[in-house]
C-alpha cells in the first residue's frame, strides 16, 4: 500500500484550460453530496481534515485536484444530488463534470461513493451508467458500513449491486472512515488502476 508522506492541493479547476500539466495518472472521486468523499480522502492520505469538509452540501463546485506524493492525483468532483442548487448551475456542473470524465487522459479510474445503509439514489444509478456507457473503470465504495450490523453487509451489497445493475467487471468494497476498513483495498485497485499494480512512491 502506498505510504503518503506529502499531499498538496495544487488546484481548483472549472475547465481543461485550468487542470494539471505534470501527467501523473488521476483516480476521480465521485458521490452524492455528504456520502462521505472528504472523509474517505483524509482517510487514503493518512490526514484528519485535510480534503475540504464541508457542513454545507453542495459547497464544493470546482474539480479539486490533490497531488499525492509526485505520483498521482485524486480529483474530487463536486457532489451530486443537492436541490438547493439552481438548475442553472447544477447544468453548468454537468457540463463540467462530463467534460472532464469523458475527455481527460491522464484519468484512469472513478470511485464512486455510496451510502452502505440505503439503496443507492437515482443519482447513484444515473452515475454509475453513466461512467459504464463510456467504459471508465469504477470503484464502488459503499461508505459509513460500521454503521451496519456486520451480519447484514451481504444483503446490504446485494441491494446495492442490484439496484445499480453492477457489472462484475467492476470493483465493490465496503468501507468506514471510522475503523479504516476498506481501505488497503481501496489503495490496491487504486494502484492497479494508475500504475498497472506497482506500488510507487515508497
Aim: hydrophobic share 35%; aromatic share 10%.
Amino acid at each position: 500500500m502506498m505510504e503518503v508522506n506529502n499531499v498538496e492541493l495544487v488546484m481548483s479547476a472549472v475547465s481543461p484550460t485550468q487542470y494539471p500539466t505534470t501527467g501523473y495518472p488521476e483516480i476521480a472521486l465521485v458521490g452524492r453530496s455528504n456520502v462521505g468523499k472528504s472523509s474517505l480522502t483524509n482517510v487514503l492520505i493518512n490526514r484528519r481534515s485535510y480534503a475540504r469538509t464541508s457542513s454545507q452540501p453542495g459547497k464544493t463546485q470546482t474539480l479539486n485536484f490533490y497531488k499525492v506524493e509526485e505520483d498521482l492525483y485524486f480529483v474530487d468532483v463536486p457532489g451530486y444530488g443537492y436541490a438547493k442548487v439552481s438548475r442553472q448551475e447544477r447544468e453548468k456542473w454537468g457540463e463540467m463534470i462530463e467534460t472532464y470524465l469523458t475527455q481527460r487522459e491522464q484519468l484512469k479510474g472513478v470511485i464512486s461513493l455510496v451510502d452502505a445503509r440505503h439503496e443507492p439514489s437515482q443519482e447513484d444509478v444515473q452515475m454509475y451508467q453513466w461512467l459504464s456507457y463510456y467504459e471508465i473503470p469504477i470503484l464502488v465504495v459503499a461508505t459509513k458500513s460500521d454503521k451496519i450490523v456486520r451480519g447484514k453487509w451481504n444483503k446490504q451489497e446485494s441491494i446495492i449491486k442490484k439496484k445499480l445493475e453492477f457489472d462484475k467487471k467492476d470493483s465493490f468494497i465496503m468501507f468506514s472512515a471510522q475503523t479504516k476498513m476498506g481501505k488497503e483495498d481501496i489503495w490496491k485497485w487504486i494502484e492497479t488502476q494508475a500504475f498497472g499494480g506497482n506500488e510507487v512512491g515508497i
